[in-house]
């Protein structure tokens, strides 16, 4: 199988209107995504309007369930600081009336460390990294807070074994050395590869989904990235990386694999960010509304 190109230099990236082709030729699939809304009943910090993203959700939700697609994708940080803004959030996501598959964010563990094993079942997850498929498209959905010093309570082996990757990480320099950042341990690195070698054997087209992104080196960068980039370059399956966690959005293309970090709806109190997603058989047509830049990505 071929490996993807980007069309265009990012500079030169589509915006916003299908082309004749897409518009006549229907869709292998169609889905939506959301990145980073993290809501929060918080005063505004910075530039973050915690307070509008619920609004911002449901104007979202009306358009993607609209464009009628299979599913809807959410890459992460649905929710911060407190475990009783799922109850906000997740009942607007209801009103997509399609499943929503979702991943772990950094924020979505910003709780007490009672409530942190309940994250996984209070998004209807089933598990902390899955996979699923959908019109022949296999989705890989990792969890990038595997190694963290926040996934698990404070006082677990786990978190301080964590921290001293950390140490490390930061006496190395290593730009995404942050403690808001995690990475994927060596179980999940292997699930990894079992999956894409199932994928390339069954000749599959894979969309691999994570919260942080791989690439570039700065300071949202998963811990571990060389050795999750390690894994995916051993596979021709692989179509694209999508990820959120850096709200300004991103794009980067290795070994002709686009990588993509969508951008967070938290930003302008009155500006929304989200995508409606289509793969054909030789393109995937990101179509974005808001602060969402339009991308055709070539399969």
């Known amino acids: 199988m071929k490996r993807r190109h980007f ?25 939506g995504l959301i990145a980073d809304a993290q809501y929060a009943d918080a005063d505004p910090w910075n530039d973050r309007h915690y307070r509008a993203t619920p609004e911002k959700l449901k104007r979202a ?12 994708l959410h890459l992460g940080d649905l929710i911060d600081r407190d475990f009783k803004a799922f109850g906000t959030m997740l009942p607007l996501l209801d009103g997509l009336g399609h499943p929503v598959h979702h991943l772990l964010g950094n924020h979505d563990y910003d709780v007490a460390d ?7 079942s ?17 989705f890989v959905m990792l969890d990038t807070n595997d190694l963290s010093t926040y ?5 677990s082996p ?21 403690p808001w950042n995690g990475g994927i341990a060596e179980a999940q690195l292997g699930w990894l590869d079992r999956e894409l070698t199932a994928a390339d054997a069954a000749k599959e087209r894979v969309i691999v989904c994570g919260h942080h992104p791989l690439i570039p080196a700065d300071m949202h960068q998963a811990w571990n990235f060389e050795e999750i980039l390690a894994v995916l370059d051993r596979h021709s399956c692989v179509a694209a990386y999508f990820n959120g966690h ?29 995508s409606i997603i289509d793969v054909h058989a030789d393109r995937i047509v990101i179509t974005g509304h808001g602060r969402e830049e339009s991308r055709v990505l070539k399969m």
């Open 114 to 120: 009672a409530e942190k094993a309940r994250v996984v």
């Open 158 to 178: 786990a978190t301080k074994s964590a921290a001293d990757y950390l140490k490390r990480l930061e006496e190395a320099k290593a730009p995404g050395g942050k």
């Open 246 to 274: 850096n709200h300004a959005g991103d794009f980067v293309e290795r070994n002709g694999i686009p990588y993509l970090t969508f951008r967070s709806m938290l930003h302008e109190p009155e500006i929304t960010a989200f």
């Open 122 to 138: 209070t998004l209807s997850m089933p598990h902390d990294y899955y996979t699923f498929r959908s019109s022949g498209i296999r």
């Open 7 to 31: 069309i265009g230099s990012v500079a030169a990236t589509l915006v916003a209107r299908p082309t004749m082709a897409s518009a006549s030729t229907p869709p292998l699939l169609r889905f």
């Open 151 to 155: 996934k698990r309570p404070a006082d």
């Open 61 to 72: 939700v009306e358009t993607i369930r609209a464009a009628k697609p299979a599913f809807t």
